[in-house]
């Protein structure tokens, strides 16, 4: 059924354009070009480009922390016209409150929905547990290592229940081995919870490995150059199996390639 | 899968007397020589080298004596509430003004441009220089001192918080806006707790400022208090009364600090780990 399917897109971006000011030298910037892609429920989608391709532009005009002027997005058949709980999103760097502990952290959402405490308290221990801060609730910020700030805001946007969940380069900030066990938690966590995801990224096997599908950036102004689909099924996404994978391994290259062409030469 | 557990709060170690340890640790046992090496100095002096000790330096056995007469007379704790009362009322009016001042201009930047030449300029009229003319309005009365000790406590309290407010990451108020948070609830949540290191500070700040101007005030303006006794003390030779005045202050404002003030800053900062000391 045609309504079906149109639910069924949880995110809508068409004909989306955007110019905007230089801060320092005043010149226009053309940052997105007649951007158009389509996220489905429980998807896990991906958006990789070169540097400066507009990436985090696009985040938060969907967001709707910066206004569009020119093109659309929906977000379950709405228009978004500011910021909303129906999108949460998780930050590059950390954005979790200092004086909050990572309980009050994680259940701020709900605190601002108005949900009465005990109802409020049961959701956010599952949230906890989930991301796997059990025995943490009542540390602060300042207390947890840069990984775990990550799972308290990735547990925060979990819990206020958003429709569509948006990452900015959420792992970029970490150390190596900590973004290796990340990734496979988010990965165990979207199974879990079937989210719809957009996650943006400049890292292409961190793509490749989290994605069900990738869009893949030209260099600014931002247009979307290709799609890559990545057919291997999630419950197999551990790092050690999917580096001898050739699912993994082609639609990597294949990306990689995508991206390269993409990077200038002066870039290195 | 993941299986990370709470490490153990680390173990608080016995002592017989941890409060004696921690004063001695801290500096405690130099601090106490070098008061009895003062306190043998001004005797030295008072007794041996200046003439007329009682209208020029008393000894501290004198200063000790006069506090002794005023505690029985019962003036000492008079004037000493009459002073703290006073600094009360003007910092807390002072600081219910310059919080909510402060929070404004930091939001609000065409605000900030507008009042801050106006500022300035008044920042460099201290309290005292303010007197004379707010005794022209009100006479010596405790309205007068109480206004003095607001107006003295309102800058550093207002140009504090607005540099707090100011300094609060912008990722913050985005999250909030994501999670659906309204304005006030941004207020609330990110902006006050935001600026609250910067409000202990100036508010540190600010009483400081605030007990200097109480003094101060009191001089020209009080009909009680500390620094009323002193300068009254003063036009009739009781230099001992002078001296124990000055030394209240000082103990007075040690104590305060110590109690109350730093206390206050160390409990919500530091736990947040706002301020790493």
Redesign the interface.
Known sequence: MEGNAVMREKLIVEGLSHHYPDEYTGMDIHALDNVNLKVTEGEFAAVVGPSGCGKTTLLNILAGLLPHKVGSVRVDGHEVKGPGPDRGVVFQEHAILPWRTVERNIGHGLEIQGLPAPERKRRVQEFVDLVGLTGFENRYPHELSGGMKQRVALARTLCANPVVMLMDEPFAAVDAQTRITLQEELNRIAIATRKTILFITHNVDEAAFLGDRCFIFTRRPGKLKATVKINLPRESRVWKNAVADPAFTGARDEILSLVREEVRDDDG | ??????PAAPARRDRKHPRLHRFLHQGGLELACVLLGGLALWSFLSHVVIPRPDRYLPSPGSVVFSSADMLWKGLLPDFVTNTVWRLLIGSGLGLGVGIPFGILLGLNRTVSDMFYPILNFFQSISGIALLPIVMIWWGTSEQTVIFVILYTVLFPISFNVLVGVRSI?R??I?????????RL?IAR??IL??A?PSIATGARLGIGFGWRAVIAGEMLAGQRGLGWMIFTAQQVDLTAQVILGMTLIGIMWIVLDRYLLRPLEAD?IQ????VQR
């Open positions: 899968m993941t299986t990370v557990s709470a990451p990722i913050y985005n999250a909030l806006r994501t999670l659906g948070a309204s609830q949540d990110v707790p935001g609250l919500t736990r947040w780990g706002l």
